[in-house]
């Protein structure tokens, strides 16, 4: 089984749509994200949370909102969907190992807002 | 903020060396990390290096790193046509900043 798993794979949406990205994952990591990825332009972080009260805002967190539900989900939602949301978006986690920062990636989802 | 830069595009052979390069601009990170994406996937962690190294090999793996240039490369021996994916440099501590990821092609 996966140890990051993203729902779901591919979404096709209207504008203006409240649409929710779930990720759960069985790492036990304290840490999670969410990055946006566009091609030519890497990945961007849109929100980070350390523990279940930690919400962090990234580089480009407007138009978006996250909810941690439990230290093993982490959801991300677009409350009004548009179309530069179109887009690759991954969820990651990572373990605190002094100031090593590796993180573990989940397949993604693939977001088209129309 | 942080800046990571990289070059977009690298084409090489079959068995020849590649080298991937990439420069930053925050000298506070403890570590740099190298990261593969293969097509369809997610991104997996193929290396890092710490910041008091100048040089880590790991198989067919160099990773370069010159702190007063705030320059990292990677450079992958006898690249294979399974080394077609796109690398991305990264660096930060609380948070990761990526590069914008070199997508290597290898020619057979």
């Known amino acids: 089984d996966a140890d990051v798993t993203q729902t779901p794979r591919n979404r096709i949406t209207k504008t203006g749509k409240r649409i929710m990205l779930e990720c759960s994952q069985t790492?036990?990591?304290?840490?999670m994200y969410w990055y946006r990825q566009d091609p030519g332009l890497g990945l961007r972080l849109i929100y980070y949370?350390?523990?279940?009260?930690?919400?962090n805002k990234g580089e480009i967190s407007d138009g978006y909102s996250v909810s941690r539900q439990a230290q093993a989900k982490f959801s991300l939602s677009l409350e009004s969907a548009i179309p530069n949301q179109t887009a690759l978006y991954f969820c990651a986690t990572s373990d605190v190992a002094g100031d090593r920062n590796e993180q573990f990636f989940g397949p993604g989802t693939r977001l088209t807002v129309l | 903020g942080e800046d990571v830069e990289q070059s977009l595009f690298l084409s090489v052979r079959e068995g020849d060396s590649s080298v991937i390069n990439c420069t930053y601009t925050d000298s506070s990170s403890t570590y740099l990390y190298w990261y593969k994406q293969e097509p369809g996937a997610g991104l997996q962690l193929l290396t890092y290096i710490f910041s008091n190294m100048d040089m880590k090999q790991d198989q067919r793996l160099t990773v370069l790193l010159n702190k007063k240039d705030k320059h990292l490369s990677l450079r992958i021996a006898d690249t294979q046509t399974g080394d077609s994916a796109i690398y991305f440099c990264?660096?930060?501590?609380?948070?990761?900043?990526f590069g914008s990821g070199t997508r290597l092609q290898v020619q057979p």
């Open positions: 949370s350390f523990d279940v009260k930690d919400i």
């Open positions: 790492k036990g990591h304290d840490r």
């Open positions: 990264a660096t930060g501590r609380r948070a990761l900043t």
